[in-house]
């Protein structure tokens, strides 16, 4: 099992930052594909990045694809998203996920664990 805990949610204007985090327990944190996936009101749930268990490759929908960054320190068992230049349509609920695989996926049913969700609102 493993249980994952996002923070760093809020309320920032258009064009602000913001920086998430996921702290994760549980298990072996480094043997975890990460990924961050988000839900706007009314739409599905989607693939935002992915990180190899390293940390040496990256993986970004190509909505946030240089703005967003994300990163992991294994030794703090935590996954980190960099929201850069955030725009209105990117407010949703933003959700951390793990999958015990080490291939990039961006289908939600190829991640195995999930966090409950923290909120990202962008005002204009």
């Known amino acids: 099992q493993v249980q994952l805990v996002e923070s760093g949610g809020g309320l920032v204007q258009a064009g602000g930052s913001l920086r998430l985090s996921c702290a994760a327990s549980g298990r072996t944190f480094s043997n975890s594909y990460m990924g961050w996936f988000r839900q706007a009101p009314g739409k599905e749930r989607e693939f935002v990045a992915g990180?190899?268990?390293?940390?040496?490759?990256?993986y970004y929908a190509d909505l946030v694809k240089g703005r967003f960054t994300i990163s992991r320190d294994n030794a703090k068992n935590t996954v980190f998203l960099q929201m850069n230049t955030l725009k209105n349509e990117d407010t949703a609920v933003y959700y951390c996920a793990a999958r015990d695989g080490a291939a990039a996926r961006t289908e939600q049913r190829a991640y195995d664990y999930w966090g409950q969700g923290t909120q990202v609102t962008v005002s204009a």
């Open positions: 990180i190899t268990r390293t940390g040496s490759f990256t």
